[in-house]
């Protein structure tokens, strides 16, 4: 993904590509896109996403082989069977960077699967089967496998990758420019005690879970920003709900204005039964809006219960509805939670985060990663 996309994955690679730069690095991406991305300082290759599937996929291979072969290393932060055949062809060596399980993602868009992320770790079929097998294949080429969260390596070390090759890097956050909040919640529309969700809506975020927590605090509004396969069902079942229009679904968002109604709100909700690196928490919490959320996988790692945040059982709906209602009915603990979010996670600024990739690219590239 690259921009005019947009979401986590879209923002990270060309922050990468800058930061490589600025420190005196040749850089050059490969992306699949709708039409040709806008122009940088640096050579922007890309495939047609509107070419038939089997064209575009060897376009891909093909665009990254030749890029390959001025490289010195590939980091590959999507497009992995296509970046794992494009570095062999080119004899390059490749690092992966992971923020799901590649076979997982593939099923809920085949609607092979759907439930969440650790639950389908157990799935089986010949279909499941086959992809896993692919999976190993593109993955084996790495020297290095770079994850955002300990709760996904351990995942990925389950399926048979070496421990040593698999490193735990945090997603870097740096939030925009912000105005204040009461001026975001003015622009926003926000009135009253309000939630925020943002991310994909998809199954392991049980949105339902949080659509029926606030069917239980009658005095609260949910806004929800994001696009998934899961976006139409999850419509229906708000409106068969007693919400009285409380939950607004928004679609997409531009990455400012997410930062915006994340500071706009008064906490942000996350009723998942799976994470890997929640973003939105950590965004959340960068621009000082406590999280109420479900304690799954990587959350934990970032949410600390009752220190930045509130954190209940995952898919218990009456213990959500339980925190939602004690936070709003509790002032001095709203006022903690919000002044604890910037310095809890400060650790996940940039500069510090890049430093480390650019050291494990470095090694890779040498040889000494393999």
Known sequence: MWPPDVGGPASHAPEVAEYLRSRGHRVAAVTMANAAPAAEAYPVRWASRRSPLVW???????????????????????MIGRSSVGTAIARKPIVIKLTSDPVFERSLRWK?????????????GLTIGILRRARDLEL?????IVIPSQALRELAIG????????????????PPPLEDRET??????????????????????????????????????????????????????????PLDGRARFLGPQPRQTVFELLCAADAALLSSSWENFPHMVVEALAVGTPVIATDAGGVTEILRDE?????VPMGDAEALAAAIRRYFDDP???????????????????????AQLESLLEEAASGRAS
Not at 112 to 124: P, V
Not at 192 to 215: M, Y
Not at 332 to 354: D, H, K, N, Q, T
């Open 307 to 311: 220190e930045n945040g509130l954190l």
């Open 140 to 144: 084996a080429r790495a020297s290095r």
């Open 184 to 241: 975001l919640r003015a622009r926003h529309g926000l009135h009253g005690r309000t939630l925020v969700f943002a991310g994909r809506l998809v199954p392991q975020k049980s949105i339902d879970v949080a659509l029926d927590a606030v069917v239980a605090n009658p005095d609260v509004s949910l806004l929800l920003a994001g696009e998934g396969p899961y976006r139409e069902r999850l419509e229906r079942y708000a409106r068969s709900l």
């Open 56 to 78: 575009r996929h060897a376009v891909a291979v093909r665009t990254v082989a030749r890029a390959a072969s001025h490289a010195d290393v590939v980091y590959s932060t999507g």
């Open 332 to 354: 001095a603990l709203e006022e903690r939670l919000r002044v604890a979010g910037p310095p809890s996670v400060a650790r996940f600024a940039p500069a510090a985060i890049y």
């Open 112 to 124: 092979l699967w759907g439930a969440d992320l650790g639950g389908f770790q157990d799935a089986r």
């Open 159 to 174: 399926w048979g990758l070496p421990p040593e090759k698999v490193v735990v890097i945090p997603n870097p956050i740096s």
